[in-house]
């Protein structure tokens, strides 16, 4: 596999980078996960202006400019052949030459900027999109700032293996009963035909399907409800979902003890995904 790394494109044993970067000592570092469908980058605009964003509220540097960010992507894809994926990015404060709380002057550091693809044929027949996945809730104790995408991805990563003991696929977090997102995507119920998700804070990541599946919703006159719902309103719903760049919008069809309606994907998350799906790829570039 070739990969990305500071201006190079090298084969993946040969990107090497300094033990001092401030992602390795800190997680001091943000990242995008961008789709792949036939050759062709899923909402690309919004991921790249979502990883602005994180820059900026960080006080980090940029390490090029947007056009040069959409060239290393497609480069990438092109050199290896992905078809069906996802290319990952990240950002980092760079590597001081030595270990300091305090950031380092941007001046004499450079970020570091790390891209690879992953090939995952088949992404957007995934069986857990037939299936639906089953969820369980976990306090949430992630720190304050969840919009800002970081690669500070520890206790989400545990919240996976949680769920992975429990015999479930993924997690919900909840903050005193109510449900904040799951452990890499957007959480949302239907009840009575009405879409229900948590509205943007600094509480959740903005997600970039998110946005697009919202608009999606309203211009097919769907009723779309943008507010808190607690884990127990999530048990006694519909339906539920999930949307992350990775898996789209991904039925869930239990929540805990609590089966979903017949156990099987919803309407309503059926018909977003396709919706989704069709237009993502009509937009793609
Ligand atoms: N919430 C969290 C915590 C996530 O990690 C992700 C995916 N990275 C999302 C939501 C979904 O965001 P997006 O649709 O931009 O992938």
Avoid at 91 to 116: H, K, M
């Amino acid at each position: 596999r070739t990969v990305y790394l500071n201006g190079e494109y090298l084969p993946e044993t040969e990107a090497k980078v300094s033990i001092f970067d401030r992602a390795f000592l800190m997680a001091d570092g943000v990242y995008e996960v961008t789709s792949v469908l036939g050759g062709k980058l899923i909402d690309f605009d919004g991921h790249a202006k979502r990883l602005e964003r994180s820059l900026g509220e960080l006080d980090m540097k940029a390490p090029c400019s947007k056009e040069d960010l959409l060239q290393i992507h497609r480069e990438l894809v092109a050199r290896n052949g992905i078809e069906d994926g996802l290319v990952y990015l990240q950002v980092t404060r760079g590597a001081p030459g030595d270990r300091d709380f305090a950031f380092p002057d941007p001046e004499t550091t450079e970020p570091t900027l790390v891209l690879f693809t992953q090939s995952k044929p088949g992404l957007a027949d995934a069986p857990a999109s037939r299936t639906g996945i089953k969820v369980i809730s976990i306090d949430d104790i992630r720190w304050g700032r969840r919009d800002i995408k970081t690669v500070q991805l520890l206790y989400p990563s545990m919240g996976k293996m949680m769920a992975k003991k429990a015999g479930a696929d993924d997690a919900w977090m909840t903050e005193d009963g109510v449900v904040t997102e799951g452990t890499s995507n957007n959480a949302y119920i239907v009840k009575n035909g009405r879409i229900v998700t948590r509205s943007l804070s600094n509480d959740i990541l903005h997600g970039i399907t998110r946005a697009a599946v919202l608009r999606f919703a309203r211009e097919a006159q769907m009723e779309v409800e943008e507010r808190d719902f607690t884990i127990e309103e999530a048990r006694e719903a519909d339906e539920a979902f999930v949307t992350s760049a990775s898996a789209f919008v991904l039925p869930v069809v239990q929540i805990d003890e609590a089966v979903l309606g017949d156990g099987a994907p919803g309407p309503v998350a059926k018909r977003l995904r396709e919706i989704y799906l069709d237009e993502s790829r009509k937009a793609a570039i």
